[in-house]
């Protein structure tokens, strides 16, 4: 069995930081590309950023310049430095990777979600 366990959420005032972190525990699994999603509140989830295992990066528009996405292959863990936070990126973040059990193809797993919180 895998899993994900986030850290790193919390209450933050606009033009702060924040880093996220996602570990996934386990054994006998492979890591294929890690990601960070969000939902704030009545809206749907949405993709914040992405990183394959080679390490190429994706992120969305409202992200983009002002966090960062990292992954260390050898804890099995992924990043999210957010900078120059903003009330509206208020949401729970969630952490997503695609992991295959030996012997499987593989499957999105997700963690239980960490709060954000952007005071303005």
């Known amino acids: 069995q895998v899993q994900l366990v986030e850290s790193g959420g919390g209450l933050v005032q606009a033009g702060g930081s924040l880093r996220l972190s996602c570990a996934a525990s386990?054994?006998?699994?492979?890591?294929?590309?890690m990601g960070w999603y969000r939902q704030a509140p009545g809206k749907q989830r949405e993709l914040v950023a992405a990183i394959t295992s080679g390490g190429s990066t994706d992120y969305a528009d409202f992200g983009r310049g002002r966090f960062t996405i990292s992954r260390d292959n050898a804890k099995n863990t992924v990043y999210l430095q957010m900078n120059s936070l903003k009330p509206e990126d208020t949401a729970v973040y969630y952490c997503?990777?695609?992991?295959?059990?030996?012997?499987?193809?593989?499957?999105?797993?997700w963690g239980q979600g960490t709060q954000v919180t952007v005071s303005s």
């Open positions: 386990g054994s006998s699994f492979s890591i294929k590309a």
């Open positions: 997503n990777a695609d992991i295959a059990l030996r012997g499987y193809i593989a499957v999105p797993y």
